[in-house]
């Protein structure tokens, strides 16, 4: 044993390979030097072929200052707790004390470890219900954007539903009109506007046109139903749990400082 700590064979090693850039049998083996304990116990190893727990190197002024240092406080308590202690103390009567007290604190720390076993269960319930509360609320968030990012092309579906619908009125009233003149100046409306577009079929193909358009983005509205009535599930099931959760942490919560409370007010 020594200040270095554990005596390894490491250096008996390096005393039959000679692995170092001089000879280690130059070194001294005692006084100071760099790993000068290790190689006492190495060449006593190699001398006598005991393990290296089996030997004792001896102890440096350091080593031997602190112990004396610690003697010394040891001896200056106990002359101090001596003086304390009356001199017709009885020693049995003193004993049963003592035993009582250690009884006594022996209870008391019963149950403290009672109480921090419960504390501790509860700590790591609310921990967990927080990992919990945290997953859930991502979830909501999640549901949350996607039901609102569904709802807002359900919406955008409607008016383009709606704005082909009016198209389509717009040119009905148009082709159920008469070709009439302008009243100003009496001339035909051939002369203002494209004769093609003038044609009965034109505004029919128009028509076919949008009512094409429409029955697709119906088609695509009716598809995207199911999936926004499963986001709306989705967002009431984190809703739940956020709140289920949020319940059951408050509890803990509180049952976590009902136990600091008493153990404080039991102190």
């Known amino acids: 044993r020594s200040k270095k700590g554990a005596v390894t064979g490491d250096d008996l090693r390096h005393w039959a390979l000679l692995a170092q850039p001089s000879m280690i049998a130059k070194d001294p083996t005692k006084g100071k030097g760099h790993g000068s304990d290790k190689r006492v116990s190495s060449y006593a190893l190699f001398l006598s072929g005991l393990d290296d727990s089996a030997v004792e190197l001896y102890k440096s002024s350091a080593v031997k200052d602190q112990a004396k240092g610690k003697l010394a406080v040891a001896q200056a308590e106990l002359a101090r707790v001596q003086k304390l202690i009356p001199a017709d103390t009885d020693r049995a009567a003193a004993v049963k ?12 720390s019963s149950q403290l470890q009672a109480r921090s076993s419960v504390l501790k269960d509860v700590r790591q319930q609310i921990a967990a219900e927080g990992a919990a509360l945290a997953e859930a609320s991502t979830e909501l968030a999640g549901a949350t954007s996607m039901r609102e990012r569904f709802a807002l092309l359900d919406l955008k579906y409607s008016s383009d539903l709606a704005r082909l619908g009016a198209t389509d009125e717009g040119i ?14 009496g001339t035909p409306v051939e002369q203002h506007a494209d004769p093609d577009s003038l044609k009965p079929r034109a505004p029919s193909k128009y028509r ?3 009512a094409a358009e429409a029955e697709k983005i119906r088609d695509l509205r009716r598809g995207l139903q199911p999936s926004l009535a499963h986001q709306q599930a989705r967002l009431a099931t984190a809703a739940a749990d956020v709140s289920r959760l949020t319940v059951s942490l408050k509890t803990l919560e509180e049952q976590e400082a009902l136990l600091l409370r008493t153990a404080g007010e039991e102190f």
């Open 172 to 185: 009905a009233f148009f082709q159920a009109l008469p070709e009439t003149p302008c009243p100003l100046c």
């Open 97 to 108: 004390a003592l035993a009582r007290v250690d009884e006594r604190l022996d209870m008391f």
């Open 208 to 210: 076919r046109a949008i």
